[in-house]
């Protein structure tokens, strides 16, 4: 099968979307999503291997090394894993399968094994190989339901594409964005279960750009897939980071999202401590002692089976209900704070303001205790999986002066209305662009004055932004909806009386009346004639 290599990463991710999407058949949408990323993965490590390979091959022919040297020290798996790639079996490598594998023509490859057999046991003998693999790599491709014919020429396709990076673009950058590219489309195929290991891109975003998580302990305690841990290692390197200063923490409760956090973290080259297998945050705590410098999370909206206890040590400021969690991860997510450290978490809007349950009481103690620090109000669309409107919660254990010339922003809060922002990205789907992303930095930043903040001082801007003290809240009984506080813009006067706009619009009300009245009679008349 020859393939045209696609000269662009949108023509890259089109291509492959198209050809994956040709194996769906009579698969449903998580088996059909496990095989597409898990052939995505062992693309990955087997190219990240062989450069290795070919790196440590340069190296010794360089120190003088003949050919049968070279045979025994290429070998040595302590050359691959001590440089953070994994270990990958001469028939777990990507060139034997796609030599061994069936043509499109053929049921039975030259192995004697069908291409699903083949990459099953390439999949058993890399986790063999490489201990923090064990139990996450999909072993599901010889099932009765993947049509072997159409495996076999995603196997040809993959391989004509041939992962070597696009000009500069690394081979690991290229396959990470197919991966996540992947993981969103995914995430729309399945509706509300995407929402369960995807968060946009965008929302991602925003926590990110607030936070500035340069270094220093990450966490998030319902990691999904790991696009919050992604993003932080993207906004570090584009920041002139290194993201060996940052250590990833998570944890996640469903067994195939934490199978692809894994393999997602992986291919990003991102090295994180996501325990040794899936359990419940809250009923099994996999971080018990961890102190996060940073807490990114996206908790699932208003749970009302959860794992409560009502003497949890993490409930200091209040139990949460037992018919709903979103205070429960709030209150874990804080628990977790190292004593400068800081949060980002999305909720659903009700959170702001529900006093059901105790909630209202929590909300109050929340506020008391100083730990807000930010409410940014989101608009709606920008999950696919709900319609349920969300916002952005920022907590901070410390808000004195910093020593980097933070400002001391104790006793108030910050809150941001971006329900005008974004744009559709179709008729279902909203986004944030870069711009309001930067945008609401901005506006963060200069109201903290941290070292990113640009010149401009910070000031309240009618419709956007506004800082409010305590009392302020405590006077709006504790309700943190950007709305109250945000003021309205000044409509601009037109220089028509009230009065005569109030006449024109009662004119045109009036028509509509007599309309509907007409429209109603010959409704009634038509009916009539029918019976």
């Known amino acids: 099968m020859t393939v045209t290599t696609p000269s662009t990463m949108k023509e890259l991710k089109d291509t492959l979307w198209k050809a994956a999407d040709k194996l769906r058949g009579s698969m449903d949408a998580s088996q059909y999503k496990d095989v597409i990323l898990g052939l995505v993965f062992l693309k990955y490590v087997s190219d990240a291997f062989d450069e290795r390979r070919e790196r440590i091959r340069a190296e010794l022919v360089a120190d003088g090394m003949t050919e049968d040297q070279i045979g025994d020290l290429i070998d040595d798996e302590d050359e691959y894993l001590g440089n953070s790639v994994f270990w990958v079996p ?197 971080h018990p002692d961890l102190k996060a410098d940073f807490v990114l999370a996206n908790p699932p909206f208003n749970i009302k089976d959860w794992s409560r206890r009502e003497d949890d040590k993490r409930w200091k400021f209040g139990v949460p209900p037992a018919g709903n969690a979103n205070y429960a991860w709030i209150q874990h997510i804080i628990s977790k704070l190292a004593e400068r450290g800081s949060a980002g978490v999305v909720m659903a809007n009700g959170s702001m303001s529900s006093n059901s349950g105790g909630e209202g009481d929590i909300r109050a103690q929340l506020v008391e205790a100083d730990l807000v620090s930010c409410m940014i109000a989101l608009p709606t669309q920008l999950f696919r999986s709900t319609g349920i409107p969300v916002c952005v919660w920022f907590f901070a254990k410390d808000k004195t002066a910093g020593p980097k010339g933070s400002i001391d922003r104790q006793g108030q809060v910050l809150f941001i209305d971006a329900r005008n922002m974004g744009y559709m990205v179709d008729r279902a789907e909203r986004a944030l662009s870069d711009e309001d992303i930067a945008k609401i930095g901005r506006i963060f930043h200069a109201w903290r004055g941290t070292k990113s903040a640009t010149d401009t001082d910070y000031s309240d801007e009618p419709g956007l932004c506004y800082s409010a003290s305590l009392d302020e809240i405590k006077a709006a009984s504790y309700v943190l909806s950007p709305g109250r506080f945000v003021q309205s813009v000044e409509v601009e006067d037109d220089g028509i009386p009230i009065s005569d706009k109030i006449d024109q619009i009662t004119s045109v009300l009036y028509r509509q009346f007599e309309e509907s009245d007409r429209l109603q009679a010959v409704i009634r008349e038509q009916m009539a004639r029918v019976r």
């Open 90 to 286: 001469e028939t777990a490598r990507w060139k034997y399968l796609a030599e061994n594998a069936k043509g499109i023509q053929e049921v039975v490859g030259t192995a004697g094994k069908s291409t699903g057999e083949l990459i099953n046991a390439a999949m058993v003998s890399i986790m063999a190989s490489n201990s923090t693999l064990t139990g996450t790599l999909p072993v599901v491709f010889n099932d009765d339901s993947i049509d072997q014919r159409r495996l076999g020429e995603l196997i040809d396709l993959l391989t004509d594409t041939r992962f070597t990076g696009h000009g500069s673009t690394k081979a690991r950058d290229l396959l990470g964005e197919v991966y996540e590219y992947f993981l969103e489309k995914f995430a729309r195929a399945e509706g509300k279960r995407g929402g369960e290991f995807y968060t946009p891109a965008s929302v991602v975003r925003v926590l990110v750009e607030v936070l500035e998580p340069y270094s220093g302990r990450v966490y998030d305690p319902c990691c999904g897939s790991g696009g919050m841990f992604v993003q932080t290692e993207k906004f570090i390197e584009n920041h002139g980071g290194n993201t060996a200063d940052a250590a990833v923490y998570g944890q996640e409760a469903n067994q195939r999202t934490w199978q692809m956090a894994k393999m997602n973290l992986a291919i990003h080259g991102v090295t994180g401590n996501l325990g040794d297998r899936w359990e419940d945050t809250f009923a099994h705590d996999k």
